[in-house]
């Protein structure tokens, strides 16, 4: 299907978002390195417990090759901004035009392994308009999860949806001040998704990661997978808390 050589972004690698695509939509995803392993901090709110069930070494991730490059990207964001977001913007033009010319929707996942506030960083077109790079690409639908409590996304920039990701840290309260502000909720779970968590229905977060078909004020009950289920910080949420 999509044959470009890109940058930084990825399309078809993943294997949950390739669970999503489709004729009529394909996802993209950018892995960064995530925590501090760079050297450079790009998940400013993680817990011990989400850094101990990172997926930095899932699938390819568990290649030293993949993991190096990751790194390099990331260094690349830190130490050279504006060769990076030239690299992105060129990256996304080519999946956003190829998915034009095919009648495809495209999605766009930028913190696929980091948490980056990406309303807040613009970009230069090559004909010089400024703006984040969701004001480049509205009709590209970009979408993350993040665990940055205060995150506010800008109004205009209705093609971008944010996932809360909730942790140990985080109380009942929280989790459901969250869904008042408008962000779905993301939970990990040990085994079996409940029908409901705190009052609100669970959707299947593992059948696909196309979190624009959620609706809202759900919680996305993902299962522990790799080092998360050997976790008890409260990460993942036991049976018996349910």
């Not at 044959?3 to 993209?28: F, M, P, Q, R, W």
């Not at 899932?58 to 690299?87: C, Y």
């Not at 944010?162 to 408008?182: C, F, H, M, W």
């Not at 050997?230 to 990460?235: A, E, L, P, R, T």
Request: proline letters at 4%; aromatic letters at 10%; hydrophobic letters at 35%.
């Amino acid at each position: 299907m999509f044959g470009a050589k890109l940058n930084l972004i990825s399309v078809g690698t993943n294997a949950k978002t390739k669970k999503g695509d489709t004729d009529e939509s394909l996802t993209a995803i950018m892995y960064l390195a995530p925590n501090t392993i760079s050297g450079h901090d790009v998940c400013p709110s993680a817990t011990p417990g989400c850094i101990a069930s990172c997926l930095f070494t899932a699938g390819r991730g568990m290649m030293n090759s993949v993991q190096q490059a990751r790194i390099r990207k990331t260094k690349l964001f830190f130490e050279d901004i504006h060769s990076f977001v030239d690299l992105l913007y060129k990256d996304i033009y080519k999946f956003s035009e190829f998915c034009s010319k095919n009648n495809i929707q495209a999605y766009v996942r930028l913190n696929g392994t980091s948490d980056i506030r990406w309303e807040t960083i613009y970009f230069a077109s090559p004909s010089n308009v400024v703006g984040n790079i969701f004001d480049h690409f509205p009709g590209v639908r970009f979408y993350d999860y993040t665990k940055i409590p205060n995150r506010k996304i800008p109004t205009k920039n209705t093609n971008y949806k944010l996932t809360y990701s909730r942790d140990e840290n985080d109380t009942p309260e929280t989790v459901s001040a969250q869904i008042k502000k408008g962000l779905n909720v993301s939970a990990v779970f040990e085994k079996t998704l409940p029908e409901t968590y705190l009052g609100h229905t669970v959707v299947d977060g593992d059948v696909d990661d196309m979190r624009w078909n959620d609706p809202a004020g759900v919680i996305v009950g993902l299962k522990a997978k790799g080092l998360a289920r050997k976790d008890m910080s409260g990460f993942v949420i036991r049976t018996i808390n349910i």
